[in-house]
Nanobody, 113 residues
Framework: VQLVESGGGSVQSGASLTLSCAAAGFNITSTAMKWYRQAPGKERELVAHISGVLANTYIPNSVKGRFTASRDVVKNVVFLHMTNLKPEDTARYFC???????WGQGTQVTVSS
């Protein structure tokens, strides 16, 4: 099982980014996929959840209205779409399958004001 996140970068406030999580060794429709972020000195925070069968999404209030999740089942990739980015969104972003302690290297997002 392998996860490779990509798409991060350094942007200014108000910008948009789409992160990708390429999964290998399992099918993303077989389980829910979650996006987390972690900033230095802070706890890991859930920012998106997409269910396995129906691709229903859950976005916590902290980022609701700005973040959405989607997936490409053919490519076995999960996406995190982020808009109107703010400096407090600066963190390393990770994806992980529900029920598996499997993590990629993450992708860094840095938002400057």
């Amino acid at each position: 099982v392998q996860l490779v996140e990509s798409g991060g970068g350094s942007v200014q406030s108000g910008a948009s980014l789409t992160l990708s999580c390429a999964a290998a060794g399992f099918n993303i429709t077989s389980t829910a996929m979650k996006w987390y972020r972690q900033a230095p000195g802070k706890e890991r925070e859930l920012v998106a959840h997409i269910s396995g069968v129906l691709a229903n999404t859950y976005i916590p209030n902290s980022v609701k209205g700005r973040f959405t999740a989607s997936r490409d089942v053919v490519k076995n990739v999960v996406f995190l779409h982020m808009t109107n980015l703010k400096p407090e969104d600066t963190a390393r972003y990770f994806c992980t399958p529900n029920g598996m302690d499997v993590w990629g290297q993450g992708t860094q997002v840095t938002v400057s004001s």
